[in-house]
């Protein structure tokens, strides 16, 4: 099985362990002398220089980094914000947040810092068993979005790139029938509703030249039911990855093997998981859940140091035969995604994969709509499940697929069984929760 960078990607991860510490102690030499956010906030928690601060074993004794804190020190003479660490000559490219929140955020590369980006994006993307030459078609609209490093990585790994950008489903599904490209590039959702416009016209991808599709921008690719229904209408497998716009764009790249997302940022970038209530450490072990904070090792624009992501993960360190060492996780949703019913933790993409183990009876579209405003829920919470088309539908499925939620979920739920076609569909990410009738 080949790897981009075979050296890196099969390293001892004890040994990987040892190399990062060094750049670590380097990377926060240099947050001292050229980053004002992190002087101050470092120094304000009682680390006055980079000795004090130590090794990757103390990492965990330095606060964490929140996105509403870098936003805080934006002002019009510094639109980056404080954490700005290199001269803007040194910068060469300058990417964007889509802004939902507000203002976008603005994210610089150095030279090096670009190297370093499509260095990971070869080791993510290059895992999928995807080969030079291959076409490749394409649905993100990279734009201005830290997602157009994945470019320069696809060119760099010898791909044939199709770009076709989203919203224009004919046109893509023209460069798939014309161009016979052999991978087909997108976020789960879209690769969905691309298999049921096909259905709708009669089209035949199950027998399309795509061998692979690469998945990524949100959670759901892992998801056994959602991976076998996007697997059987292409005829294609699917792999997935993942990475955050702050520290790199492909941090995680799942191998053919299926079975997880591999660390691909090793040796520029440092993670750990965290108890997204408490903050506190969870120990790198298999099985291990919880949030996944971020540390660059070596950056020079804008480094992080703790961020924070919101991802919400599952680890695997079992060995992988395709001779990768580093960890797997699968992302199992976004802590800021997440509603509490009852005191019940409850991830969309959660109760999405209870529902879809009712196939071939359901879509596999879902919709939660919440009662009230905020993170906080009074049960039952109100789902809408798509039924799919000519399916046979059992008297008692929503009863059953309540009773499936509550026993794996622990969470109450009225389900509303809905005709295929009801609930909105996505040429990007996919909105679980709709918040319209929420009061």
């Known amino acids: 099985m080949s790897h981009w ?36 906030k470092l120094t304000g928690a009682g680390f006055p220089d980079a000795s004090s601060v130590g090794g990757l074993t103390d990492i965990s004794n330095l606060p964490m980094t929140e996105k509403d804190e870098l ?89 044939c790139h199709i770009p076709v950008g989203a919203g224009n489903t004919e046109r893509l599904m023209a460069a798939v029938q014309l161009l016979k490209p052999a991978v087909l590039g997108c976020t789960p959702s879209y690769a969905l509703y691309l298999a049921e416009w096909a259905v709708d016209r009669g089209i035949d991808i199950a027998n399309s030249t795509v061998e692979r599709i690469l998945v990524a ?38 191998c053919e093997r299926q079975d997880g997302m591999h660390f691909s940022g090793r040796g520029i970038v440092h993670f750990e998981l965290i108890d997204p209530d408490t903050g506190a450490t969870v120990p790198l072990e298999d099985g291990a859940e919880g949030e996944l904070v971020y540390t660059h090792l070596k950056h020079r624009s804008a480094p992080l140091l703790r961020f924070r992501s ?9 060995p992988c035969d395709c001779g990768r060492t580093a960890p797997r996780v699968r992302c199992i949703g976004r802590t800021d995604d997440m509603l509490i019913v009852r005191g019940v933790n409850l ?12 196939q071939p009876h359901v879509s596999g579209v879902i919709s939660i709509l919440p009662k009230a405003k905020g993170v ?48 909105p569909r996505s040429d990007y990410k996919s909105k679980l929760v709709d918040w319209s009738q929420a009061t």
Not at 398 to 407: F, K, N, W, Y
């Open 5 to 40: 960078n075979p050296q890196v990607e099969t390293r001892p991860w004890a040994d990987q362990l040892v190399l990062d510490d060094a750049a670590y102690r380097t990377q926060t030499g240099y947050l001292f002398e050229n980053s004002p956010f992190y002087r101050q």
């Open 71 to 159: 936003r805080q020190t934006r002002t019009g003479d510094n639109p980056v914000g404080s954490h700005l660490a290199a001269p803007m000559d040194d910068v060469i490219r300058i990417y964007s947040t889509s802004g939902t929140t507000g203002t976008p955020s603005y994210i610089p590369l150095t030279a090096a810092d670009l190297e370093n980006w499509i260095e990971i994006s070869c080791r993510s993307y290059g895992a999928s068993g995807a080969a030079k030459g291959d076409r490749m078609v394409t649905t993100y609209n990279a734009g201005p979005f830290v997602a157009g490093v994945t470019l320069d990585a696809f060119a760099k790994l010898g791909f």
């Open 217 to 254: 921008g949100e959670p759901g690719g892992g998801e056994p039911a959602l991976r076998q229904q996007l697997e059987k209408a292409w005829g294609a497998k699917v792999t997935e990855a993942m990475g955050i716009g702050d520290i790199s764009v492909s941090l995680w790249g799942e």
């Open 310 to 318: 919101r991802d919400h993960v599952r680890v695997s360190l079992s």
């Open 347 to 358: 991830f969309p993409t959660a109760l999405r994969q209870v529902v879809n183990e009712f």
């Open 376 to 423: 906080k829920q009074k049960p039952p919470l109100p789902l809408k499940v798509e039924l799919s088309e000519g399916a046979e539908t059992p008297a008692d499925l929503a009863e059953r697929i309540r009773q499936r939620i509550r026993d794996k979920l622990i969470a109450s739920t009225t389900v509303t069984l809905v005709p295929q076609g009801s609930l």
